[in-house]
C-alpha cells in the first residue's frame, strides 16, 4: 500500500469556515490528488474501452509510460505488475528494463531466528511468467523505449474488478485523505468509523475505497511513530529557522531604513508572529491605498504557520505587494495583531475597503480593528468551496445550483436577491443547509447587490484573483526554510524587477471626443475599460423623465433599465447601476447621457487619480535623497509626461516619439559614460513626488 508523502511545505488551508471541525473543504481548479469518484469513473471508462495488448515492437516515449501502459492492462486483465531489473550503460544511461507480473518468481527462504516466535506469511509469488521487457534505443537523436519480449501466460487465476483493485498496488491513501484521517484520529474516531466517514463524505457505498481498514490503521500508526521520533526535532527547526527569519529582517533593516517589520514573542520568549513591508510597498500603499486585497488561504506544514500577504492593484491593473505576516495561530488576538501591524506599517492609515476569504474569525477581527473599512468577501473564493459543500448533497442537481447561485451573485437589487436566494434554497432543498445559511448571514459582505456602491477598483474580477494566487504559487514553490522563503518573498515583491507600463496605442473604436480625450488621461488598462462602456453605450436609448432624470435601456433587451440622475449646474452624474462608484469607470448608461448632451470630454471628476496614467508607480529608493537633488527630476518628469500625453494621441505621433526618443536617449548615453569621472559623485537616488 502506497501513501504519498507531502510535496510542499505549504498548502491551502481546509478547514471549512462554517466552524464545524469534522467540515473541511477542498478548491475547485486546485491540481490534487484523484478523487475516489474520479478514479471509479476514470477505471470504468477504461474498463469499457477496447485496450490494445502490449506486443513485441510497441513504441513509448518513455520507461515510465511503458510501465503506465502496462499497469493499465494489468489493472484490466486481472493483475498487478512490478519493476523487475534494469540495466545501465555509460552511453545510455538505463537501457533496459523488465516489468514482471506480482506473483513472478519466487520468495526467497528466510531463516527464523531460534527461540523466537516468528509469523509465517504465505507468498504470493508462484513463478509466474507474465512479463515485457524493454530496450531503449536513440533514433534520429530522440530516445525511445521498444518492446522486446512480451507474455500474458500466468499461473494463477486472474481476479475480478472488485478484487483486483485491493492489491497493494492499487490501493494509495492520497493526501487528502491523509490529513482527514490524522484529523479525524486526533478527535478520538476508531479506524472503523474513520473509514465510515469517508465514504460517507465521499458518498461511495462500503468497500469502494482505494484502500481497506488496515491500511489506515498502519498510516495513522506509522506517522504516530513518525510524529514522536521527529517531534524534538520539528520543534528544534521551527524555533531555529524563526530566529534566523528574525535576524534576516533585522539585518534588512540595517541596509535598507525604509524596510519595516514587527513581530511578538511567546512567555518563552520565542518568535510567536512577525510582519514585514519594503519602502517599495509602503510608497506604493501612498498612492493606491483604496483597496486591499488581504490573502490567508495558506498554511505550513513544517511550520505550522498560518501566511498572510497583503495585496493592491496599480493604474494599469498590475497586482502590487503591500506586505506579508507569519502567525502562529488563527485567534483574534494575533489576526488582530496582524491587521493593527500593517496598519502601522502603512503610516497609520487604513484601506478603505479590504477583500478577503470567507472567514467568519477574520471578519470580527476587522470589525474591531478596521471599523471605518469596508469587509468585502471574495466571491472567487466562494465559488472555488461550493463543490465541497454542494456536489454531494445535490448530486446532478448541483451544476444546475452553481448555475443560479452565479445569477444570483449579479444581481443589482437587494430586495430581489433575498427574494431569489429563499427561492432557490426552497427549491433545491437546503432550507437546513449550515453553509447555506452561513453564506446568507454574510450576503452583505459578498452579494453584488450589497456591495455594489462601494469602490473596489476592479479588484473583485477573476482575472484579479488569478494573479494573487500566481504570485503566492511563485514565492511557495520552494521548499525550503523561512530564510529561503523570506528572500524569495523579497525578490517576488521587488518593484525594481517588475517589468513596467511601456507606452501603447490603443485603438479608437467610435470617433468620440469623450474616447480620444479619455486615451490620453487613463492608462490603457483603465481606458480599454471606459472604452469597451463608450462601444456599448452606443446599443441605448434613453428617455427623459419629468423630474429631469432619464430611464436608459438597451435597443432589444426589455428588462435591465437604469435609472440615471444629470445635475447640469454641478456636472453630476450618477446612474443605479453604480459601476463608478464600484470601479471608478462611468458606465455604458452614464456615458449615453453625456453624449446626448454633447459632452466632448468628460468632466475631471470622472478620472480618478488612481487611474490616470501620472500615477504610474516608478521604481525608486529615497535612502539618501535631498530636497533639493529633486528639482531637476521633478521638471524632467514634467516634461515627460507632457511628451507622452502628446504623442499618444495618435499612432503618427506616438511611432515618431519612439523612434526619435530612442535615438536621443541613445546619444545622451554615450556622451555622458565618455565624460570623464568627478571626485563630487551626485546622489543618483530620485524619489519622484507623488
Known amino acids: 500500500m502506497n501513501s ?34 474520479s478514479q471509479l469513473a476514470k477505471y470504468n471508462t477504461m474498463s469499457t474501452e477496447a485496450m490494445v495488448a502490449p506486443y513485441v515492437g510497441m513504441v513509448f516515449k518513455s520507461d515510465e509510460d511503458a510501465f503506465e501502459y502496462y499497469g493499465n492492462f494489468a489493472r484490466k486483465n486481472g493483475f498487478s505488475i512490478r519493476k523487475e531489473r534494469s540495466r545501465l550503460s555509460p552511453q545510455l544511461g538505463v537501457y533496459k528494463r523488465d516489468f514482471v507480473c506480482y506473483r513472478s518468481g519466487f520468495a526467497p527462504a528466510r531463516k527464523k531466528p531460534t527461540g523466537e516466535h516468528h509469523r509465517d506469511r504465505k507468498s504470493v509469488r508462484c513463478g509466474c511468467d507474465a512479463k515485457m521487457y524493454l530496450s531503449k534505443e536513440v533514433v534520429d537523436g530522440v530516445s525511445q523505449w521498444f518492446v522486446v519480449q512480451f507474455s500474458n501466460v500466468h499461473n494463477h487465476e486472474l481476479l475480478e474488478d472488485d478484487q483486483v483493485r485491493l492489491l497493494p498496488a492499487y490501493r494509495k491513501i492520497h493526501e487528502v485523505d491523509q490529513e482527514r484521517i490524522l484529523l479525524l484520529s486526533r478527535a478520538g474516531f476508531p479506524t472503523h468509523r474513520i473509514v465510515k466517514v469517508l465514504e460517507m463524505e465521499k458518498g461511495i457505498q462500503g468497500g469502494q475505497l482505494p484502500f481497506l481498514e488496515r491500511d489506515v490503521r498502519n498510516f495513522i500508526q506509522n506517522r504516530k511513530r513518525v510524529v514522536q521520533e521527529n517531534d524534538a526535532l520539528l520543534s528544534e527547526k521551527r524555533e531555529n529557522d524563526t530566529t534566523e527569519l528574525l535576524e534576516a529582517c533585522k539585518a534588512t533593516k540595517e541596509a535598507d531604513e525604509n524596510f519595516v517589520y514587527d513581530f511578538t514573542v511567546d512567555e518563552s520568549d520565542k518568535v510567536e508572529n512577525i510582519a514585514w513591508s519594503y519602502g517599495e510597498s509602503v510608497h506604493a500603499y501612498n498612492v493606491f491605498s483604496d483597496v486591499v486585497y488581504f490573502d490567508t488561504t495558506y498554511r505550513s506544514i513544517t511550520y505550522g504557520m498560518l501566511f498572510g500577504a497583503w495585496f493592491g492593484i496599480d ?6 505587494f503591500f506586505g506579508c505576516v507569519l502567525l502562529q495561530d488563527e485567534t483574534h488576538r494575533s489576526v488582530a495583531w496582524a491587521l493593527q501591524t500593517f496598519v502601522q506599517f502603512m503610516k497609520g492609515r487604513p484601506p478603505q475597503a479590504i477583500i478577503t476569504d470567507l472567514d467568519p474569525g477574520l471578519r470580527d477581527a476587522i470589525g474591531s480593528e478596521l471599523p471605518t473599512t469596508k469587509h468585502v468577501i ?53 432550507n437546513s443547509d449550515k453553509h447555506i445559511a452561513l453564506l446568507f ?27 494573487v494566487d500566481a504570485f503566492l504559487k511563485g514565492i511557495f514553490n520552494s521548499q525550503t526554510c523561512l530564510r529561503s522563503f523570506f528572500e524569495q518573498v523579497g525578490v517576488s515583491s521587488n518593484f525594481q524587477s517588475h517589468e513596467f507600463e511601456e507606452m501603447q496605442y490603443v485603438h479608437s473604436k467610435t470617433c468620440i471626443p469623450i474616447e480620444e480625450h479619455a486615451r490620453s488621461t487613463l492608462t490603457s488598462f483603465a481606458f480599454r475599460a471606459l ?41 453630476q452624474i450618477h446612474c443605479s447601476c453604480k459601476e463608478f462608484e464600484f470601479s471608478g469607470i462611468l458606465c455604458r448608461h452614464a456615458l449615453r447621457i453625456l453624449v446626448m448632451k454633447n459632452y466632448f470630454q468628460l468632466p475631471e471628476k470622472y478620472f480618478l487619480s488612481r487611474w490616470r496614467r501620472e500615477s504610474t508607480l516608478i521604481p525608486y529608493d529615497d535612502r539618501n535623497t535631498q530636497n533639493g537633488d529633486d528639482e531637476w527630476f521633478q521638471e ?14 495618435t499612432k503618427e505621433r506616438s511611432d515618431y516619439v519612439h523612434r526619435e526618443l530612442t535615438k536621443e536617449i541613445t546619444r545622451l548615453l554615450n556622451e555622458v559614460r565618455g565624460m570623464p569621472p568627478s571626485e563630487e559623485v551626485m546622489d543618483s537616488t530620485l524619489s519622484p513626488t507623488s
Open 378 to 430: 471574495s466571491v472567487w473564493n466562494i465559488l472555488a468551496k461550493l463543490s465541497s459543500w454542494f456536489s454531494l448533497p445535490l448530486g446532478l442537481q448541483y451544476v444546475e445550483f452553481k448555475s443560479e447561485f452565479e445569477a444570483l451573485y449579479c444581481l443589482e437589487v437587494p430586495d430581489e436577491f433575498d427574494l431569489r436566494w429563499n427561492e432557490m434554497v426552497s427549491r433545491f432543498g437546503l
Open 315 to 320: 493604474n494599469h491593473g498590475k497586482t502590487i
Open 636 to 649: 524632467f518628469h514634467s516634461l515627460t509626461a507632457t511628451l507622452f500625453t502628446e504623442s499618444s494621441m
Open 4 to 37: 504519498a508523502a507531502s510535496k510542499s511545505i505549504w498548502y491551502r488551508r481546509q478547514q471549512c469556515p462554517c466552524g464545524d471541525w469534522k467540515c473541511y473543504i477542498t478548491h475547485e481548479g486546485d491540481v490534487e490528488e484523484p478523487s475516489t469518484a
Open 441 to 467: 448571514s454574510l450576503r452583505a459582505s459578498w452579494a453584488l447587490a450589497f456591495i455594489r456602491g462601494y469602490f473596489l477598483a476592479r479588484m473583485t474580477t477573476e482575472l484579479y484573483a488569478k494573479s
Open 531 to 571: 472604452q469597451h462602456e463608450v462601444v456599448l453605450a452606443m446599443q441605448y436609448a434613453a428617455s427623459e423623465m419629468s423630474t429631469g432624470s432619464y430611464l436608459v435601456r438597451h435597443f432589444s433587451k426589455m428588462e435591465g433599465e437604469r435609472l440615471v440622475i444629470w445635475i447640469p449646474e454641478e456636472e
